[in-house]
């Protein structure tokens, strides 16, 4: 119960009274027996009222349906106060880390820990985007929307317009440094890739915060829920980009074999349909980021970008390209263990054109 409690916090007078007090029994301390049943159901209530009383005791008072003044019982005002206190130190500036890391039940010091990443990405001036804007794929109801706007004689090819749509129930969205989601992104994507995590996964999250040459590629489902994502770092004087793996959700991981990213799925069952529009989002993803790139960097464009597959969840769809025999490089404090320590495959790789003896290009 006291392990989120910040060592400086300072004895409230009130709160220990409000502890003491005893109902005729000296034995029973009925407000203690109060807050260690609500911890079963709201954990970390203890530590939240105990930081915060004065507080917690103001939700006692309201005005009932005709405007009189109103006593709760302390378990409700505590309750009211739990829901809508879920942390300690929520200010402006990181609610939406409070909003997106309560809804997964993460724990005061996951919630302190992401504040103090954001606050040193602030002050390092790290860049929320390696080029500077923002690369994100409108959503179906977003395409919708605008073909509404469309006259007839614009949709020439229906066919083409579908497939698209259909295709959109996966958009991709390179993920804003500043976005909550990245300190615990392998809740979503099922990986150790958290600030949480015991394993290399937690520096591959610090980098991603912290470095201003790596960044998380997302895919979201129609829902707008993160369910896959790959994070890409990029060497911009060489030009080329590493990708760890390609995560994914366990809702599309299902049926997968022992060995991770194979699945006994058939080719046109639903799941593997899935599983190939996700990795068409993440294609487009790559896409809109040379484009960029190659337009801000014209003299060093990209030339390259591979992927590794220790425990890459879409191996079938990255097989389809050829094999990196160079293994590019990635620094070793990122720790890309699935990049660095297995094949690499081939993503993107820039072609040369070549002129002939006439001059033309070919």
């Known amino acids: 119960m006291f392990y989120n409690i910040p060592l400086k916090t300072k004895p409230n007078q009130g709160f220990l009274k409000f502890l003491s007090m005893q109902n005729g029994d000296k034995n029973n301390l009925p407000n ?22 004065d507080r917690a005791k103001s939700y006692r008072k309201i005005l009932d349906e005709n405007g009189k003044p109103k006593k709760l019982s302390w378990e409700e005002a505590f309750r009211r106060y739990s829901l809508n206190h879920k942390y300690l130190g929520v200010t402006d500036e990181n609610k939406d880390i409070a909003k997106i890391f309560s809804a997964v039940g993460m724990t005061q010091n996951s919630f302190d820990y992401a504040t103090m990443l954001r ?175 190659d337009k801000q960097n014209p003299n060093k464009p990209m030339k390259k970008i591979t992927i590794g597959m220790g425990f890459n969840r879409l191996k079938k769809q990255v097989e389809r390209f050829k094999k990196e025999t160079l293994n590019l490089t990635v620094p070793r404090g990122y720790n890309f263990k699935d990049a660095m320590s297995s094949e690499q495959f081939i993503l993107y790789e820039r072609v040369q054109k070549e002129k002939d003896d006439g001059g033309f290009e070919r």
């Open 119 to 293: 606050k040193e990405m602030k002050e390092k001036n790290i860049p929320e985007h390696i080029l500077g804007k923002e690369l994100k794929e409108e959503s179906i109801l977003e395409s919708i929307e605008k073909i509404k706007n469309r006259t007839k004689d614009e949709l020439i090819n229906a066919k083409e317009m579908i497939e698209e749509l259909y295709e959109k129930q996966f958009t991709y969205e390179w993920l804003n440094k500043n976005d909550p989601s990245n300190s615990i992104i392998g809740i979503f994507c099922n990986c150790c890739a958290s600030i949480i995590s015991n394993c290399y996964g937690k520096n591959i999250v610090i980098a991603s915060i912290l470095a201003q040459d790596v960044q998380n590629l997302v895919v979201r489902n129609l829902k707008g829920d993160i369910v896959s994502k790959g994070t890409v770092y990029v060497n911009k004087d060489a030009g080329y980009a590493v990708i760890n793996d390609f995560e994914l959700n366990e809702e599309y991981r299902k049926n997968e074999c022992d060995f991770p990213g194979r699945y006994r799925d058939k080719k046109e069952s639903n799941e593997e349909k899935e599983r190939e529009m996700i990795f068409k989002a993440f294609q487009r993803g790559l896409k809109a980021f040379i484009q960029e790139y």
């Open 32 to 53: 203690v027996e109060l807050l260690l049943n609500m911890e079963k159901d709201y954990p970390g209530i203890f530590a939240k009222v105990m930081c915060d009383y």
